[in-house]
């Protein structure tokens, strides 16, 4: 597999010291073959580091990135990325797993793909515990395991907005040139993943494959667990991060069909603000709503 693009894994850390080792694994024991590794781990205060470098005895080569504070995900992905070789690059969480063949699947629809511009293949997940129980699928499956409704591919930058269809981002795999010209995440951003396929769908295209490419990890400090709590602090800098997004998207937006479609989306987050009580960030929609609509 020497003459096909390299692929460069970040692995990005923070407290996984029970998941890291597996995590890391799961890339090495990758049925494609062509992979460079890059591990960062964000001032871990558990013994996530030291994990990290008995693990790294037996693989020297692979790179490691420690910081000395704690910078948060977009930070530590984009410094990460600056050290990363590959045509293609994946964004691991050290608590997440990817199966065997994950990244050739990966790699062969990028290459086989008819879709023009394309920036992103993404895939479904089995959802796991701490304890590496099944949970749920991403999406939704039959009994031969493949998608019942199919998310979006092609030009999905609609379905971005008015959140008709969602990307399973720890299945993903992003084209270096597109993050490149995006200027990497945004470092202002409490997480990555809504504004990188705002952005990114605004001129290229995604395409679904599937088939389940990833174990995604859900435990109680989750993204997903955080969004309804009153009075958390890592809850309101989540939702403020989705304001910005929102504010992001009225700038790319072209035409009156996507900025309806991006109301549905302000709604959801202005719901989330009313119910977690940060009345503040609820008043500051009331001004994009209007701008959406006139």
């Keep these: 597999m020497q003459n096909l693009p390299l692929v460069s894994v970040i692995c990005l850390c923070y407290n996984h010291e029970k998941f890291v080792v597996e995590a890391l694994n799961s890339v090495l024991n990758q049925s494609y073959q062509n992979i460079e590794l890059i591990v960062a781990d964000d001032c871990s205060n558990d ?29 530590t992905f984009n410094k990460a990325f600056q050290f990363a070789k590959g045509e293609y690059i994946i964004d691991l969480a050290a608590d997440d797993i990817l199966l065997k ?33 099944h949970i749920r699928y991403y999406y ?54 809504l504004d990188f396929w705002i952005r990114a769908s605004r001129n290229y295209n995604f ?32 939702n403020h991060s989705s304001y910005v997004v929102i504010k992001k ?3 790319l937006n072209k035409t009156q069909e996507e900025n309806k479609a991006l109301m549905k989306r302000l709604h959801f987050e202005m719901e989330k603000a009313y119910r977690t009580l940060d009345f503040w960030l609820f008043i500051k929609y009331i001004p994009l709503e209007i701008k959406l609509r006139f």
Excluded: H
């Design 47 to 75: 013994d996530s580091k030291k994990v990290i470098v008995d693990w790294l005895k037996d693989y020297p080569t692979v790179q490691f990135i420690s910081s000395k504070i704690n910078l948060g995900n977009t930070k």
């Design 101 to 133: 063949d994950c990244i050739e699947k990966q790699v062969n629809t990028f290459l086989s793909s008819n879709k023009k511009n394309l920036a992103v293949v993404y895939g479904n997940a089995e959802v796991i515990s701490e304890n590496n129980d």
């Design 140 to 193: 939704e499956v039959d009994t031969e395991k493949k998608t019942i409704k199919k998310p979006a591919s092609g030009d999905i930058y609609l379905a971005m907005l008015n959140q008709s269809s969602m990307i399973c981002s720890v299945s993903s795999m992003m084209k270096r040139d597109v993050l490149e010209q995006l200027n990497g995440y945004d470092e202002n951003l409490a997480y990555e993943d």
């Design 207 to 238: 395409e679904f494959i599937d088939s389940i490419l990833v174990q995604k990890r859900e435990v109680g400090s989750s993204l997903g667990n955080q969004f309804y709590k009153k009075f958390n602090s890592r809850t309101r800098k989540i």
């Design 249 to 251: 998207a009225i700038a």
